[in-house]
């Protein structure tokens, strides 16, 4: 392992005004997706709305610093023969994988998943730089819900987690460590600081007993925030506050950057967060994006499988990339979305 050029990379991917695309949408997932903008979700379909994406000159130019794709993309040519990981080095973007084959139940404990893929990910990980991979991803999925989480699916997760990203380490590939805890329930912000903090420690104990040096990984997590069915919503304030002080008690200096997820919050939300957390400022990590719903919502609604409308879902996921661009430099202001609408 070279651990100087895996810092290198992680520093790139965190750049300030900068941050991650999150494309790596499965099969199951994007479908969904396409469902809501009534696309038939085949294979021609998800290239041609992603090569869009790859194609957006100054969105990937500017503020989109690195692509985390699915397999499926990694190998998939643009319509007239390109490798998409070709368009987006040539946008001087990075292309990243997810590695991780998703979840199943995790024996023992109901209503809990653990992340699987470990198996044979040496080999894949190999393949997956050949092909142009400077970065990797792997999701931890963590809910919270009453006698949920538990101490076994928190470690476990936190072993795998952990597991990868000393194998991408040893391929020379930066991991993004994602422990997601989801905000899909009822509970308060305090109950998801209170698990994203056990999430964090185990995950960075499990880190160090796998001896994976923090200057060459990207931490992937969730806000503090209160839980999408919660009777109490926190304000912007709050959950920069909140998620602030978080990461500063479980997160090492020695980590590059953290880029979070959307998880569910609104597009204006998840860039007002970020901006408001990079405005407290005095941080010892970069603060950015890698948004997949809050950085896509908008350009999928524009372009609704028309070729007609291709350069609307341009503007839409150039105007979002800039915001959070903006956001990760704490430069943001509300009065640029309105200027736009
Ligand atoms: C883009 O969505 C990613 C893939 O999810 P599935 O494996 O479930 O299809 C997902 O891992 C994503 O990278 C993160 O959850 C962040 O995305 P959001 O939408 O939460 O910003």
């Given at each position: 392992m070279n651990l100087a050029d895996l810092n290198k990379i992680a520093n790139a991917m965190v750049a300030p005004g900068r941050g991650i695309l999150a494309a790596d949408e499965s099969s199951g997932t994007i479908k969904k997706r396409f469902d809501a903008i009534g696309v038939e979700?085949?294979?021609?379909?998800?290239?041609?709305?992603?090569?869009?994406?790859?194609?957006?000159?100054?969105?990937?130019?500017?503020?989109?610093?690195?692509?985390?794709?699915?397999?499926?993309?990694?190998?998939?040519?643009?319509?007239?023969?390109t490798p998409l990981v070709k368009l987006i080095e040539q946008a001087g973007s990075i292309p990243g994988i997810k590695v991780d084959e998703g979840t199943q139940p995790l024996p023992g404990c109901p209503n809990e998943l653990i992340t699987v893929g470990l198996d044979k990910l040496a080999e894949r990980l190999k393949k997956y730089y050949e092909q142009g991979a400077r970065?990797?991803?792997?999701?931890?999925?963590?809910?919270?819900?009453?006698?949920?989480?538990?101490?076994?699916?928190?470690?476990?997760?936190?072993?795998?987690?952990?597991?990868?990203?000393a194998l991408c380490q040893q391929a020379q590939i930066v991991p993004i460590v994602e422990p997601e805890v989801l905000?899909?329930?009822?509970?308060?912000?305090?109950?998801?600081?209170?698990?994203?903090?056990?999430?964090?420690?185990?995950?960075?104990?499990?880190?160090?007993?796998?001896?994976?040096?923090?200057?060459?990984?990207?931490l992937k997590p969730n806000m503090a925030v209160a839980g999408k069915k919660s009777a109490k919503k926190?304000?912007?304030?709050?959950?920069?506050?909140?998620?602030?002080?978080?990461?500063?008690?479980?997160?090492?200096g020695a980590v590059p950057g953290i880029a979070f997820l959307s998880?569910?919050?609104?597009?204006?939300?998840?860039?007002?967060?970020?901006?408001?957390?990079?405005?407290?400022?005095g941080l010892p990590w970069k603060l950015t994006f890698s948004y997949g719903r809050a950085l896509q919502a908008?350009?999928?609604?524009?372009?609704?499988g028309k070729a007609d409308n291709v350069a609307a879902a341009q503007r839409a996921f150039t105007h979002r990339a800039q915001m959070n661009g903006l956001a990760s430099k704490g430069e943001w202001k509300q009065d640029l979305e309105k200027k736009a609408a």
């Open positions: 979700s085949t294979e021609d379909n998800r290239r041609d709305y992603r090569e869009l994406l790859f194609r957006s000159q100054e969105a990937m130019s500017k503020y989109i610093s690195g692509v985390i794709l699915y397999d499926e993309t990694i190998w998939q040519k643009a319509k007239d023969g970065f990797a991803k792997w999701r931890a999925v963590i809910d919270i819900a009453p006698g949920i989480p538990s101490y076994t699916a928190v470690r476990t997760n936190a072993h795998a987690l952990a597991r990868y990203a905000m899909d329930g009822d509970h308060t912000i305090d109950r998801c600081y209170e698990v994203t903090e056990f999430v964090l420690k185990e995950t960075f104990q499990e880190l160090y007993y796998q001896k994976v040096p923090l200057e060459g990984i990207v926190a304000g912007v304030e709050e959950v920069a506050e909140k998620t602030v002080r978080l990461l500063k008690t479980c997160v090492p998880g569910g919050q609104s597009d204006e939300e998840a860039t007002a967060h970020l901006d408001a957390m990079n405005k407290i400022g908008a350009p999928q609604k524009a372009w609704s």
